[in-house]
């Protein structure tokens, strides 16, 4: 860890309310700026709830032209990943930007930009699990309305959000059950509204951040990583570098987090990383 820096430990989580705005960070003189000095950044995104705004269907969370020319600039001054929930080719095809790295499935899978070599396929040998769990899924589901289940190739996730009220609480026994018919090789995961189904080993989207930071010679004191990201499932992210770099978390409720700053939505995530992309072009990198 940089001399100066500071972070919060997993003992000492604070308060999502009570982080400072990173956009506030990125004024001169101020807390980014300083971790930045004499640093390389490496910037990791979320995509849901981060890039873009929560949405009922998976499938309308569209990438605004103007965040999608956004990121590619950032992309221009520094390595840029997009570590999402889901499916590798789903959120590739979604972003649309061939410069960058991207990690689906939390992390399950990785690939490097076009013409890259870097790949990365953990739990491909639960495939076969995950298949027979969603075919289960389907049939236990099929008759609530508004469930949802997305095949994401080494996961398989189950949408709830346009499920009554009174019937969640069935779709959640459902996954349960379904987890526990394939217990020792499938996980059972919750997000914003969502149960997921994946292989059960130790990797998440921290384990995915420290891969690539490894893979692309990254992992020294030199690199400032920064996360970006919303949901409970990208605090295995900040946690990972909690001692290294910047938890920044797109805040939509009052909770614990391992992230330094805070963000409000979308909007201002495109606003960061327009005012990195100028920071970082104004210092000549």
């Known amino acids: 860890m940089r001399s100066g820096a500071t972070s919060t ?5 604070r308060i999502s309310a009570e982080l400072p705005s990173a956009l506030a960070g990125l004024a001169v003189a101020d807390p980014i700026l ?12 979320d995509y849901d709830g981060t890039l873009t705004p929560i949405v009922e269907r998976p499938e309308d969370a569209l990438l605004s032209e103007e965040t999608r020319q956004a990121v590619r600039r950032l992309a221009r001054r520094c390595p840029v990943a997009v570590v999402s929930g889901r499916g590798l080719d789903d959120v590739r095809g979604l972003v649309g930007i061939e410069e960058i790295y991207y990690a689906g499935s939390h992390g399950f899978r990785i690939a490097g930009p076009h013409g890259s070599r870097l790949t990365h396929d ?13 075919r289960a899924l389907r049939e236990a589901l099929g008759t609530i309305a508004g469930a949802q289940i997305e095949s994401k190739g080494v996961s398989v996730a189950v949408h709830c959000r346009r499920v009554a009220p009174d019937r969640r609480r069935e779709v959640e026994e459902a996954v349960r059950a379904v987890a526990g018919a394939h217990a020792g ?13 994946r292989p059960d080993l130790d990797w998440h989207k921290g384990r995915a951040v420290t891969w690539l930071l490894e893979a692309l010679d990254l992992d020294r004191p030199e690199t400032l990583p920064i996360f970006v990201g919303d949901d409970t499932t990208d605090e295995d992210a900040f946690g990972a570098l909690e001692d290294r770099g910047l938890g920044i978390l797109v805040r939509d409720e ?4 391992t992230a330094r700053y805070a963000l409000e939505d979308p909007l201002q995530v495109r606003l960061f990383i327009e ?11």
């Open 9 to 13: 430990s997993a003992r000492e989580r």
């Open 275 to 285: 005012a990195l992309a100028a920071e970082l072009a104004g210092a000549g990198r």
């Open 34 to 45: 300083e971790e930045l000095h004499g640093r390389r950044a490496v910037v990791f995104l």
């Open 185 to 197: 090789q499938l996980a059972l995961t919750r997000g914003k509204m969502v149960f997921e189904l």
């Open 122 to 134: 953990a739990g491909v040998r639960f495939v076969p699990a995950v298949e027979r769990a969603e």
């Open 254 to 257: 009052r909770r614990p987090t």
